[in-house]
């Protein structure tokens, strides 16, 4: 009798570690992975600058176009973008630097100089603006599926075609997947995804 008392015991406590175990376990797993998530949203909202290789496809009703673009972001006052495909407007290159604007081709040596021009970066296609965008907006929402973490803006802008903004952030990378601007159906009119892209 006073054996099955003590090997029951004996197996009470282990299941008792076991079950402590494993809750340790599991929060430790948890704070783990809210502090990848959190210092992954932080990467991209603190970002001073970024060089990338995006494809934008931009959908309207008429017809869906598709292009490889670089990118290159310096800072508020410098920013550079270039056309690599479709091949009829590769060499197309937009250079800003303090207020000056550079739009060049260069297949066609044409350039065009526009001074004390209006800030760029807040153009869509840079990565900024909607960092910006998501600084300001008081409808902004967060949420996380799978190894990803989705920042999204319901805009106040009263252009149709860009009503909701989601950035797709890798949890474990801290860097942008994607960028999906949708209208007021829910259908996506710019996709911009960020093939390759480094942050400082």
Known sequence: MKRII???IFFILIIAFFIFFKKTDYKFINNGNNISSQ???ENILNMNSYQAQIEVTVKSNKN???YLM???YKGPNECFQEVIEPQNIAGVKINYKEGRLLIENTKLN???IY???PYIATNNL???SFV???KKSQNTKKKTEGEEIILEINSNEKNKYKINKKLYINSKTGKPIKLEVQDTTQNTSVYILYNEIEIN
């Open 70 to 72: 670089n990118q290159e």
């Open 64 to 66: 869906t176009n598709i």
């Open 115 to 117: 001074e004390n021009y």
């Open 110 to 112: 044409l350039q065009t």
């Open 39 to 41: 210092s992954a949203e």
């Open 132 to 134: 910006e965008e998501y």
């Open 6 to 8: 003590i090997t029951t």
């Open 126 to 128: 840079f990565l900024t």
